[in-house]
């Protein structure tokens, strides 16, 4: 039914079990892009935090997204599928607004999204990427929900 399938990854167990489930639904025929977004990291500037190194934290969040999709990449290749895998940087937008992007110009027929499945006040305070790129998105999203 899908032949190009996007999957945004975090790392986290929830998306490892999107990643499992567009695993499945590609079924060997579909072809899989595995994508991780680095946000953007702005300097504080506010006496106290003149000691932190922007430039490591942004080397460091890109050393955990290149072995995030390595072991994305892995669990799929195990799967006996080959999957795509890019590295982004959101540069100024929002993680949402970077996986809509990427779909379109990729030209997803399905976004595959875990979420976390908060609500109250851990929702309002840490947001939710899933809930923008549902809202927000071009193509259909399917959303994989935390154990």
């Given amino acids: 039914m899908y032949q ?3 999957v945004p990854i975090d790392g986290s167990a929830t998306s490892a079990r999107a990643l499992q489930e567009a695993i499945k639904l590609a079924g060997g025929k579909a072809r899989l892009r595995l994508i991780y977004v680095i946000e953007e990291t702005y300097p504080l500037d506010a006496e106290g935090y003149a000691f932190i190194d922007y430039a490591a934290l942004q080397e460091a969040a890109r050393k955990t997204g290149e072995r995030a999709l390595a072991q994305a990449a892995e669990i799929v290749r195990k799967s006996g599928i080959t999957a795509e895998t890019e590295l982004l940087e959101a540069t100024g937008k929002r993680v949402a607004s970077v996986i809509d992007s990427e779909a379109l110009n990729w030209r997803a027929d399905l976004i595959v999204i875990g979420t976390h499945g908060r609500s109250g006040l851990n929702r309002l305070l840490l ?15 399917l959303l994989v929900r935390a154990e």
């Avoid at 947001?127 to 999203?141: I, L, M, Q």
Wanted: charge should be positive.
């Fill in 4 to 6: 190009r399938i996007l």
């Fill in 127 to 141: 947001g939710s990427v899933a809930e923008s790129v549902v809202r927000g998105a071009s193509v259909p999203v």
